[in-house]
């Protein structure tokens, strides 16, 4: 089953054309990984999906349902939520803060619905704490934490919405070697355990090869070659693309 | 040093961290009943400093919580004062009604600014937010059927359901009461999503959009919330000085209003109200300082022109800024935390770390 789907979609910034009709799918329970050199248009694909950019020309479909003109604040009801590559979180919240999603009189007055929903909400997200073990960093402020433990914290923002689709935007960059084969065994919980299909921007082949079953290879705004990590690694073109021919 | 041993979520729900810190809060309280007795010469100058509290809240929500400076808020609390003194004298309506709609004016302003501030941000608003204030002086002093003009207009007392406030210590009941409303309407709503999603806002605007957060109502929201509070203010500041004119609603009040913020520490409840005490305090202190200068070459006449106020105003703000970011309320908690970790303390606790990497923000 195709859960989301991308048509022919392009996109030019002035006169540079980041993406020049791409199209591929995501199969419901996959990890689907994009690589390329930089300037490929791998982020930029995560920018049009979380409705960040509109696309010049193309389509985007999730779950059947063309979301090319939806705001960027109802991606997240209907089930994609994402990371960033450098981080984005809200500096100043407590592990817990940032976990907590979102009607105005009955927030003024605390009515026991609100404080109802609160509970369940505090629920949901110390579900989420348990399964990546962020028990320890539970009350501590996002700026003190290390940055290896912040991009765990991200993805945990992620989950919290609790999508059908996670976008990884880098997931190891910034992190030790250490770090990185822990990203592999969460993305692979999230994937098996979680039931989410995983799409993500990678340039660690290494953990692109440990968990992803297909990957996406991109240079200069088009698809070059698509398979298994194995067969997209060995194609002629992506080692031109990588190396120079 | 204290740990709290938690055994639900709900505890974390509370108003108050734990009943020590619930009972510290009642006992302020008990002390703010009998403050009047005590120092009966200053009920007024303390009312004064709840009305402040009230605008220190409304300002919090927006500069400190929401992350979005304005530098209009002045303009607020006269379009608050103005519509209160209006419905209450010119229409005879009842003092709740006329705090009720002053309120609801006052909102919709805020909505009128916050609109056209969602496309703008940092210094962008903060400008947008000065030339409002300015058109607004304006208007109070052209308006003259509904505002008095230059002349200004008199504002009798407040009377509620047949009961005048004309007294100090009435009076000061009065605001104490409705500080202390606003201060629990404003709690409840930052423990609620509402104030996540302000504060997320703040930190990451694209961050809390991919996270589901509508940014354009949420500042929107703000901004009204911010302003009604200050239409709260600025009826009970209309009563306070008994006497509206277009002059007293300038930049410099709006200036000192976010000096409150800076001051008492942005990012906390607590901070409003320090910051209050502090801009009611500073003004004395000022003229004590002028006074204690000693006749030396002139230095006395100079220290008595008129135009020097301002200026240590924007130089109290400025080295807050440099100094101490997180105001009074940071001082406190580093002074707390002092004593808490003896000997044990480390400097580098509040130490600010840069930000990493943030120079690929999307926005």
């Known amino acids: 089953m195709t859960l989301l789907e991308a048509d022919n979609l392009a996109i030019n910034f002035g006169g540079i054309t980041a993406l020049a009709g791409v199209s591929f799918e995501v199969r419901a329970g996959e990890v689907l990984t994009i690589i390329g050199p930089n300037g490929a248009g791998k982020t930029t694909i995560f920018n049009l999906v979380s409705r960040i950019y509109d696309p010049t020309r193309g389509r985007l479909s999730f779950c059947g349902e063309d979301i090319t003109r939806v705001p960027p604040h109802e991606i997240a009801r209907r089930g994609i939520a994402r990371t960033f590559q450098n981080i984005e979180l809200f500096e100043h919240a407590t592990v817990l803060h940032t976990h907590k999603r979102s009607r105005f009189v009955e927030e003024l007055l605390f009515l026991p619905r609100v404080r109802a929903l609160e509970l369940e909400h505090r629920g949901a997200v110390e579900k989420v704490i348990d399964f990546l073990d962020l028990q320890p960093y539970r009350d501590s402020l996002i700026v003190n934490l290390p940055y290896g433990v912040r991009k765990v914290v991200e993805m945990a923002r992620a989950l919290c919405t609790q999508p059908k689709l996670l976008l990884l935007d880098e997931p190891s960059s910034g992190l030790s070697v250490e770090e990185t084969e822990e990203m592999a065994f969460w993305i692979q919980d999230i994937r098996t355990l979680l039931g989410i299909t995983v799409l993500m921007v990678e340039h660690d082949m290494s953990l692109v090869s440990a968990v992803s079953d297909r990957v996406v290879a991109l240079n200069y705004g088009l698809v070059i070659a698509a398979g298994t990590p194995r067969d997209v690694q060995a194609h002629p073109d992506v080692v031109k693309a990588y190396l120079g021919s | ?363």
């Open chain 2, 1 to 363: 040093m204290r740990f709290l041993f938690k055994t639900s979520y709900a505890q974390e729900l509370g108003l108050f961290r734990d009943n020590v810190q619930r009972n510290w809060y009642v006992a302020l309280f008990a002390a703010l009943l009998v403050l009047p007795r005590v120092v009966p010469d200053y009920v007024g100058d303390i009312s004064l400093v709840f009305i402040y509290g009230l605008c220190g809240l409304s300002l919090m929500v927006l500069a400190g919580y929401t992350g979005l400076i304005s530098l209009g808020h002045a303009a607020f609390l006269g379009i608050g004062a103005y519509a209160h003194v209006f419905f209450a004298h010119d229409l005879q309506l009842p003092w709740i009604v006329s705090v009720a709609l002053a309120c609801v004016i006052t909102a919709a302003a805020g909505v009128l600014v916050g609109l056209p501030a969602l496309r703008m941000t940092g210094v962008y608003l903060t400008i947008a937010t000065l030339a409002f204030a300015l058109i607004i002086q304006e208007i109070f002093s052209r308006w003259d059927r509904v505002t008095g003009g230059l002349k200004g207009k008199p504002v009798d007392k407040p009377v509620l359901f047949g009961f005048s406030f004309a007294s100090e210590l009435a009076f000061y009941f009065l605001c104490l009461a409705l500080l202390i409303g606003a201060l629990w309407l404003t709690a409840n709503l930052l423990r609620a999503p509402t104030g996540r999603a302000w504060v997320a806002i703040r930190d990451s605007e694209i961050a809390a959009q991919s996270m589901g957060v509508n940014v354009a109502v949420y500042k929107t929201m703000a901004f009204a919330y911010s302003a009604a509070l200050m239409g709260v203010a600025g009826a009970l500041f209309a009563h306070k000085i008994s006497f509206l004119a277009p002059d007293i609603f300038s930049v410099l009040l709006s200036i000192q209003l976010l000096l409150m913020v800076v001051v008492g520490g942005l990012g906390s409840l607590h901070g409003a109200l320090y910051g209050a005490v502090f801009v009611a305090i500073l003004p004395v202190l000022i003229s004590q300082a002028r006074d204690a200068v000693p006749a030396w070459h002139g230095l006395d006449r100079f220290v008595k022109q008129p135009g020097l106020e301002p200026g240590l105003f924007g130089l109290i703000l400025v080295l807050f800024i440099l100094f101490e970011p997180l105001g009074i309320y940071g001082r406190w908690m580093k002074v707390k935390l002092y004593f808490a970790m003896f000997p044990l303390y480390k400097r580098a606790t509040f130490k600010r770390q840069k930000a990493y990497m943030r120079s690929e923000r999307l926005r």
